[in-house]
């Protein structure tokens, strides 16, 4: 997604295993300049029960840091 600046966010997830045994995903993004570089990943804070929500949490937290920027 991109906003008017011209800067884009790609979220992703990464999915790992729980101290129980179970599985949830990790959020993270990367910003891409108006100019096509792009930065390191960001890791979104806490674990999420899908990867649905892992994305979703990822895009949000990539938005609100573009949102500060500018």
């Given at each position: 997604?991109?906003?008017a600046s011209g800067y884009k966010i790609?979220?992703?997830?990464?999915?790992?295993s729980s101290s129980d045994?179970?599985?949830?995903?990790?959020?993270?993004?990367?910003?891409?300049?108006?100019d096509g570089l792009r930065?390191?990943?960001?890791?979104v804070a806490g674990?999420?029960?899908?990867a649905e929500e892992a994305i979703a949490?990822?895009?949000a937290?990539?938005?609100k840091l573009l949102s500060q920027m500018h």
């Open positions: 997604m991109s906003n790609y979220p992703s997830s990464q999915v790992e045994g179970s599985f949830v995903y990790e959020a993270m993004y990367t910003i891409e300049d108006k930065g390191e990943p960001i890791k674990v999420f029960q899908s949490a990822a895009q937290a990539g938005e």
